[in-house]
C-alpha cells in the first residue's frame, strides 16, 4: 500500500505543508511508501513532491493505495480527489469564511467562497479528518457523516525554530521593553486592529515601555487599514509589522517577547499558540474557532474584548511572576500532547479507519 | 469572562484598578472612542488621507491583476467561473443590495457537465480600461513601492538600534577606559558630568517649586521623575504631560499618573489643543534638537498668556556629545536657551532650586 498526499500548495513555513509533511515523515519511518504532490510548490516543497498531474497516472492503477486529500482553499486539483479509484481522506484544514475578505480582496473573498461551496461535493469520502474537533463539527454541519469524520491533530513543526536566532532582531527586542507578538498572516479575520487597541489600552494607560511586533506575510489592503488606526492611536514607533520572517527572525520574536495575543476571530487551529507555549510566551487568546481546544485549559483565555480589562491583566502577570509561571506551566503540560508519538498514534489510528472502511476501490 | 489555566479569574482587582486609571484620565476620551470605531472608518476619517489612497489603489491593483490572469488563462474552467460569479454577485448587489447567491453555473458540480458561463461583454472591459489610465497605474505602483518600503521599515529600525548600542558600547569602553587610567585619553578632564541614560531624575523640592510656579494649568514636555508630575496632578494643574521616552512614561503611568508617549511630543501638543496652561516645564531642552526646541518655545509664546511661564532645565556638562539617544544629549549653552526665550517675549533669569540649575522665563503684560 502506498499513501498518496495532494496539496493545494506545498511551501516552507506554512502549516498545510508543515502536516502534510509530517505525516510523510511519520509513513516513511514506518516503511509505507508515501508520495506528496501538490498543485504548485516553491523550492523547499521540489525536494519533496511532484506535481498533481503525476498521480493522475496512478490513480486508476486498481491498487489498494489511500488518498490523503489537504484542503483550505479552492484548487483545481480537487478533481483528482473526485475521480481517484483509490480509497480517499479529505484533510479539512478549514476555510475562512469570505466575508472577512469583502472590503479587503476580491480574489480571497472569492476562492474562500468557492472553497466553501465545492466542500459539499467532498461528502461521499471514506473517511473526513480535521485537524480539530471545530473542524471537524463544521464538516458534520455542511452534511459529512459524523460516523465518517474523525480528528488529526496538526503536529507543530518546532524543530525548525530552533534555529540561531537573528542576532538583529534579537538585539532590538532586547532593550527591556515589554514585548507584545503576534505571528500569521496580517489577514482580516486575525483582527489585528484589536490586538492593536489592546496594546494602545497598554501603552498608554499601563505600560509606555512596550511595544507590539506583529510578523508574518501582509494583505497591502489591510496593512493600510491598519497603519490608519496605528497613527490614529497615537503608536507609531511602538507597533511594528516586521512582514514576512525568516526561520531566524521568527525564533529572536518568540524569544524576545513575553506575550503572544490571539484576537482572531476565526481559527481552525492556530499553530502560533503551540510556538508560544514551546517558547514559554504567556498566551492571551480569544475565545473562537478553534482556539479554546488548541489550548486545552491552559493559558489565557478571554470570551469578551474588554481591553482596558486586558491591558490591566497584562500588567498584573508583568508584577505577579508566581502566576505568570502557572500559566507557562501549564501551557508546556499541554504542548506534551502534540508530541511526535501522539500525533503517530493518531494517524495510525485514522489510517486504521480508513483502511477499514467499504472504499470504492477498483480492481 | 476571563480564564487562567480553564479557571475564571476574580476580575474586581482588576477592574477597580480600570477605573482608578480612567478617572485619573490614562485613558483619553479620544482613545476609548477609537477603541469601539470600525476599522475602515478609522482610516476614511484618517488625517492622513494615503492610508484610505493606499487602500483603494491597492483593491484596484487586485482586481487589475485579477483580470489579466483571467485573459492569460481564458482556457480554464475556473477562472471563467470566477468571471461569472464575479458578474453575477455584481448584478445582485446592484438590484437589491442583499447578498448574492452562488450562481447556477456551479450547480450541477464541476467536472459534471454545467452549462458554459455567459461570455464577457466587451464593452465593460473596455469601460474598465478607461477607468485606469497609464498615470494612475503608474502612480498606484509607486504607491505600493512606498509601501514596500514601509514593511522594510522594521528592518531599519532594528538597524537603527543596533547603530544605537555599538556607540553606547563604544561610550561605556571610553569611560571605563578614563576612569582606569589605562593611559593618556585626550580631554579626559573636561568630559565629566555627561549623563548616560536614565535621566536623571528632579528632587521632590524642585518639583514643588516648579509646581508652586502655575497657576492654572501646566504642560510637561520631557518628565523628569514622577514627583514632578505627581505634584501637579495632586493640585489639578497637569494639563498635559508627554515624552518620547517610554520609560519615564510607564514610569508615571505605574503611579497612576496621566503621562503621554509620543515620538513627537510638539505635534501631540498641537493635536491636544491644550488650553488655559500658564505654565510649560521643559526639564531636558537638551533632549530635543533645536528646531524643534524652537517650536516648542514658539509654542509657549502663541500659547500661554500674560504671566505665563517657562520653566527650562539646564544640564551640567559641555555641549560636545551627540544626542543619539535618550542620555546622549548635547547641552545647550545658556546663552541661547536665554535668547530663545526673549525673542518669544519672556524676560529670563537665572535660578538653582534643590541642586536642579533652572532657566525662568515670565512673560510680561505686554508680552
Same mark, same amino acid.
Given at each position: 500500500?502506498?499513501?498518496?498526499?495532494?496539496?493545494?500548495? $506545498?511551501?516552507?513555513?506554512?502549516?498545510?505543508?508543515?502536516?502534510?509533511?509530517?505525516?510523510?515523515?511519520?509513513?516513511?519511518? %514506518?516503511?509505507?511508501?508515501?508520495?506528496?504532490?501538490?498543485?504548485?510548490?516553491?523550492?523547499?516543497?521540489?525536494?519533496?513532491?511532484?506535481?498533481?498531474?503525476?498521480?493522475?497516472?496512478?490513480?486508476?492503477?486498481?491498487?489498494?493505495?489511500?488518498?490523503?486529500?489537504?484542503?483550505?482553499?479552492?484548487?483545481?486539483?480537487?478533481?483528482?480527489?473526485?475521480?481517484?479509484?483509490?480509497?480517499?481522506?479529505?484533510?479539512?484544514?478549514?476555510?475562512?469564511?469570505?466575508?472577512?475578505? !469583502?472590503?479587503?480582496?476580491? /480574489?480571497?473573498?472569492?476562492?474562500?467562497?468557492? /472553497?466553501?461551496?465545492?466542500?459539499?461535493?467532498?461528502?461521499?469520502?471514506?473517511?473526513?479528518?480535521?485537524?480539530?474537533?471545530?473542524?471537524?463539527?463544521?464538516?458534520?454541519?455542511?452534511?459529512?457523516?459524523?460516523?465518517?469524520?474523525?480528528?488529526?491533530?496538526?503536529?507543530?513543526?518546532?524543530?525548525? +525554530?530552533?534555529?540561531?536566532?537573528?542576532?538583529?532582531?534579537?538585539?532590538?527586542?532586547?532593550?527591556?521593553?515589554?514585548?507584545?507578538?503576534?505571528?500569521?498572516?496580517?489577514?482580516?479575520?486575525?483582527?489585528? #486592529?484589536? =490586538?492593536?487597541?489592546?496594546?494602545?489600552?497598554?501603552?498608554?494607560?499601563?505600560?509606555?515601555?512596550?511595544?507590539?511586533?506583529?510578523?508574518?506575510?501582509?494583505?497591502?489592503?489591510?496593512?493600510? =487599514?491598519?497603519?490608519?488606526?496605528?497613527?490614529?492611536?497615537?503608536?507609531?514607533?511602538?507597533?511594528?509589522?516586521?512582514?514576512?520572517?525568516?526561520?531566524?527572525?521568527?525564533? =529572536?520574536?518568540?524569544?524576545?517577547?513575553?506575550?503572544?495575543?490571539?484576537?482572531?476571530?476565526?481559527?481552525?487551529?492556530?499553530?502560533?499558540?503551540?510556538?508560544?507555549?514551546?517558547?514559554?510566551?504567556?498566551?492571551?487568546?480569544?475565545?473562537?474557532?478553534?482556539?479554546?481546544?488548541?489550548?486545552?485549559?491552559?493559558?489565557?483565555?478571554?470570551?469578551?474584548?474588554?481591553?482596558? $480589562?486586558?491591558?490591566?491583566?497584562?500588567?498584573?502577570?508583568?508584577?505577579?511572576?508566581?502566576?505568570?509561571?502557572?500559566?507557562?506551566?501549564?501551557?508546556? #503540560?499541554?504542548?506534551?500532547?502534540?508530541?511526535?508519538?501522539?500525533?503517530?498514534?493518531?494517524?495510525?489510528?485514522? &489510517?486504521?479507519?480508513?483502511?477499514?472502511?467499504?472504499?470504492?476501490?477498483?480492481? | 469572562?476571563?480564564?487562567?489555566?480553564?479557571?475564571?479569574?476574580?476580575?474586581?482587582?482588576?477592574?477597580?484598578?480600570?477605573?482608578?486609571?480612567?478617572?485619573?484620565?490614562?485613558?483619553?476620551?479620544?482613545?476609548?472612542?477609537?477603541?469601539?470605531?470600525?476599522?475602515?472608518?478609522?482610516?476614511?476619517?484618517?488625517?492622513?488621507?494615503?492610508?484610505?489612497?493606499?487602500?483603494?489603489?491597492?483593491?484596484?491593483?487586485?482586481?487589475?491583476?485579477?483580470?489579466?490572469?483571467?485573459?492569460?488563462?481564458?482556457?480554464?474552467? %475556473?477562472?471563467?467561473?470566477?468571471?461569472?460569479?464575479?458578474?453575477?454577485?455584481?448584478?445582485?448587489?446592484?438590484?437589491?443590495?442583499?447578498?448574492?447567491?452562488?450562481?447556477?453555473?456551479?450547480?450541477?458540480?464541476?467536472?459534471?457537465?454545467?452549462? @458554459?458561463?455567459?461570455?464577457?461583454?466587451?464593452?465593460?472591459?473596455?469601460?474598465?480600461?478607461?477607468?485606469?489610465?497609464?498615470?494612475?497605474?503608474?502612480?498606484?505602483?509607486?504607491?505600493?513601492?512606498?509601501?514596500?518600503?514601509?514593511?522594510?521599515?522594521?528592518?531599519?529600525?532594528?538597524?537603527?538600534?543596533?547603530?544605537?548600542?555599538?556607540?553606547?558600547?563604544?561610550?561605556?569602553?571610553?569611560?571605563?577606559?578614563?576612569?582606569?587610567?589605562?593611559?593618556?585619553?585626550?580631554?579626559?578632564?573636561?568630559?565629566?558630568?555627561?549623563?548616560?541614560?536614565?535621566?536623571?531624575? %528632579?528632587?521632590?523640592?524642585?518639583?514643588?517649586?516648579?509646581?508652586?510656579?502655575?497657576?492654572?494649568?501646566?504642560?510637561?514636555?520631557?518628565?523628569?521623575?514622577?514627583?514632578?508630575?505627581?505634584?501637579?496632578?495632586?493640585?489639578?494643574?497637569?494639563? &498635559?504631560?508627554?515624552?518620547?521616552?517610554?520609560?519615564?512614561?510607564?514610569?508615571?503611568?505605574?503611579?497612576?499618573?496621566?503621562?503621554?508617549?509620543?515620538?513627537?511630543?510638539?505635534?501631540?501638543?498641537?493635536? @491636544?489643543?491644550?488650553?488655559?496652561?500658564?505654565?510649560?516645564?521643559?526639564?531636558?531642552?537638551?533632549?530635543?534638537?533645536?528646531?524643534?526646541?524652537?517650536?516648542?518655545?514658539?509654542?509657549?509664546?502663541?500659547? &500661554?498668556?500674560?504671566?505665563?511661564?517657562? +520653566?527650562? /532645565?539646564?544640564?551640567?556638562?559641555?555641549?560636545?556629545?551627540?544626542?543619539?539617544?535618550?542620555?546622549?544629549?548635547?547641552?545647550?549653552?545658556?546663552?541661547?536657551? !536665554?535668547?530663545?526665550?526673549?525673542?518669544?517675549?519672556?524676560?529670563?533669569?537665572?535660578?538653582?532650586?534643590?541642586?536642579?540649575? +533652572?532657566?525662568?522665563?515670565?512673560?510680561?503684560?505686554?508680552?
Amino acid at each position: 500500500m502506498r499513501v498518496h498526499q495532494v496539496l493545494p500548495w $506545498l511551501g516552507g513555513g506554512e502549516p498545510i505543508s508543515s502536516q502534510a509533511l509530517a505525516i510523510h515523515e511519520v509513513l516513511t519511518s %514506518w516503511g509505507v511508501e508515501s508520495r506528496l504532490y501538490a498543485y504548485n510548490m516553491d523550492d523547499f516543497g521540489r525536494r519533496f513532491a511532484a506535481y498533481d498531474g503525476e498521480y493522475r497516472k496512478v490513480m486508476h492503477d486498481g491498487s489498494d493505495d489511500v488518498l490523503l486529500y489537504h484542503y483550505a482553499l479552492y484548487c483545481e486539483n480537487y478533481g483528482l480527489f473526485r475521480e481517484t479509484g483509490h480509497r480517499k481522506a479529505l484533510v479539512y484544514h478549514n476555510i475562512t469564511p469570505p466575508d472577512f475578505y !469583502r472590503d479587503y480582496h476580491f /480574489g480571497s473573498f472569492f476562492l474562500c467562497r468557492l /472553497g466553501r461551496d465545492h466542500l459539499r461535493e467532498f461528502a461521499d469520502c471514506d473517511l473526513a479528518l480535521a485537524d480539530s474537533e471545530y473542524n471537524r463539527r463544521e464538516l458534520v454541519q455542511m452534511g459529512f457523516a459524523p460516523e465518517r469524520s474523525d480528528v488529526l491533530p496538526i503536529q507543530p513543526p518546532l524543530e525548525y +525554530l530552533e534555529a540561531d536566532e537573528d542576532p538583529a532582531l534579537a538585539r532590538w527586542l532586547g532593550d527591556g521593553k515589554t514585548n507584545l507578538l503576534c505571528v500569521g498572516r496580517v489577514v482580516p479575520n486575525k483582527k489585528i #486592529e484589536d =490586538a492593536i487597541r489592546l496594546f494602545a489600552c497598554y501603552h498608554h494607560g499601563v505600560n509606555a515601555h512596550s511595544r507590539l511586533v506583529v510578523a508574518g506575510f501582509m494583505l497591502k489592503s489591510y496593512y493600510a =487599514a491598519l497603519a490608519a488606526l496605528v497613527k490614529s492611536l497615537g503608536l507609531e514607533g511602538s507597533v511594528h509589522f516586521l512582514g514576512r520572517v525568516s526561520d531566524a527572525q521568527l525564533a =529572536a520574536c518568540y524569544r524576545g517577547c513575553r506575550y503572544y495575543i490571539s484576537t482572531s476571530e476565526h481559527e481552525g487551529f492556530s499553530t502560533p499558540l503551540l510556538e508560544s507555549f514551546h517558547f514559554g510566551l504567556v498566551v492571551l487568546a480569544y475565545d473562537a474557532g478553534a482556539v479554546p481546544e488548541t489550548m486545552g485549559g491552559s493559558g489565557i483565555l478571554f470570551t469578551e474584548k474588554d481591553y482596558p $480589562l486586558l491591558a490591566e491583566l497584562l500588567d498584573r502577570l508583568e508584577r505577579d511572576s508566581l502566576l505568570r509561571e502557572r500559566v507557562i506551566a501549564a501551557q508546556r #503540560e499541554r504542548l506534551a500532547d502534540f508530541s511526535r508519538e501522539s500525533f503517530a498514534r493518531h494517524l495510525e489510528r485514522v &489510517l486504521a479507519r480508513l483502511l477499514a472502511a467499504p472504499g470504492e476501490v477498483e480492481g | 469572562m476571563i480564564l487562567v489555566n480553564g479557571r475564571e479569574l476574580d476580575e474586581h482587582g482588576l477592574r477597580a484598578r480600570v477605573k482608578l486609571r480612567r478617572e485619573h484620565l490614562l485613558y483619553t476620551p479620544e482613545l476609548l472612542e477609537l477603541l469601539d470605531r470600525d476599522l475602515l472608518a478609522v482610516m476614511r476619517e484618517s488625517r492622513d488621507q494615503g492610508f484610505a489612497s493606499l487602500h483603494g489603489l491597492r483593491r484596484a491593483l487586485d482586481e487589475e491583476d485579477e483580470e489579466k490572469d483571467r485573459r492569460r488563462e481564458e482556457g480554464s474552467r %475556473w477562472r471563467r467561473l470566477v468571471s461569472a460569479t464575479r458578474r453575477e454577485q455584481e448584478e445582485a448587489e446592484a438590484k437589491s443590495g442583499e447578498p448574492a447567491r452562488p450562481p447556477a453555473v456551479l450547480e450541477p458540480p464541476l467536472g459534471a457537465g454545467g452549462e @458554459a458561463p455567459p461570455p464577457q461583454p466587451e464593452a465593460k472591459e473596455e469601460k474598465k480600461d478607461e477607468k485606469r489610465p497609464p498615470l494612475r497605474r503608474m502612480i498606484a505602483h509607486v504607491v505600493t513601492m512606498r509601501v514596500v518600503q514601509g514593511v522594510g521599515e522594521g528592518y531599519f529600525q532594528q538597524l537603527k538600534q543596533f547603530n544605537i548600542f555599538a556607540t553606547r558600547e563604544l561610550e561605556i569602553l571610553q569611560r571605563l577606559l578614563r576612569s582606569g587610567n589605562r593611559g593618556p585619553y585626550p580631554g579626559r578632564d573636561r568630559r565629566g558630568g555627561v549623563w548616560l541614560s536614565p535621566r536623571p531624575a %528632579w528632587s521632590a523640592e524642585a518639583a514643588r517649586y516648579a509646581a508652586g510656579l502655575c497657576g492654572t494649568g501646566a504642560v510637561v514636555v520631557g518628565i523628569p521623575g514622577h514627583a514632578l508630575v505627581e505634584a501637579l496632578w495632586e493640585k489639578g494643574l497637569l494639563a &498635559l504631560a508627554v515624552d518620547d521616552h517610554a520609560r519615564a512614561v510607564a514610569e508615571a503611568q505605574s503611579r497612576f499618573c496621566p503621562a503621554r508617549y509620543h515620538p513627537r511630543p510638539l505635534e501631540l501638543l498641537e493635536a @491636544a489643543r491644550v488650553g488655559g496652561a500658564d505654565l510649560l516645564v521643559v526639564p531636558f531642552p537638551e533632549c530635543m534638537e533645536g528646531p524643534r526646541l524652537e517650536e516648542l518655545l514658539r509654542w509657549a509664546g502663541r500659547n &500661554l498668556g500674560a504671566g505665563g511661564r517657562v +520653566l527650562l /532645565g539646564r544640564g551640567g556638562g559641555e555641549a560636545r556629545r551627540f544626542p543619539y539617544e535618550d542620555g546622549f544629549v548635547r547641552f545647550w549653552p545658556a546663552a541661547y536657551l !536665554r535668547g530663545l526665550l526673549e525673542r518669544e517675549g519672556f524676560a529670563v533669569e537665572e535660578r538653582e532650586e534643590a541642586g536642579t540649575a +533652572l532657566l525662568l522665563g515670565e512673560k510680561g503684560a505686554e508680552g
